[in-house]
């Protein structure tokens, strides 16, 4: 992907690789991306940690129980959420990309994460 405000960078680069995840998504059930898409994503969470009280409120119980599904899986098997990164900055590439990753499920996975 372009660098962002580069002269090769497209409005939207996001949109593109939502359709190669959908894509892919009619033929495989798993999936991992390579790279960082020259985003920036600073301490931005990349997965939804969900609040009991607010989705119990609105009445998307089984929601919050999917979602806390993978907070749990993150506890039980030793995952550590908490990431170092060597982004000081955030970019809008980073919003995006954290937005798309938390559409699709899908998490980073450096070195550091896991123990």
């Not at 995840?21 to 898409?37: E, P, T, W």
């Not at 937005?99 to 980073?108: C, E, F, G, R, T």
Request: proline share 3%; with cysteine.
């Amino acid at each position: 992907m372009p660098p962002e405000n580069s002269k090769y960078a497209l409005e939207d680069p996001y949109v593109i690789l939502q359709k190669g995840i959908d894509m892919l998504c009619k033929s495989y059930s798993h999936m991992r991306c390579f790279g960082d898409f020259n985003s920036r994503i600073r301490h931005l969470q990349d997965y939804i940690e969900p609040y009991c009280e607010i989705f119990s409120e609105i009445q998307l119980n089984e929601l919050y129980n999917d979602l806390n599904a993978d907070v749990t899986h993150f506890d039980t098997t030793h995952i550590c959420t908490q990431m170092s990164h060597t982004d000081h900055v955030g970019n809008n590439y980073g919003y995006r990309f954290i937005d798309v990753l938390k559409l699709n499920n899908m998490y980073i996975v450096v070195c550091v994460t896991l123990h």
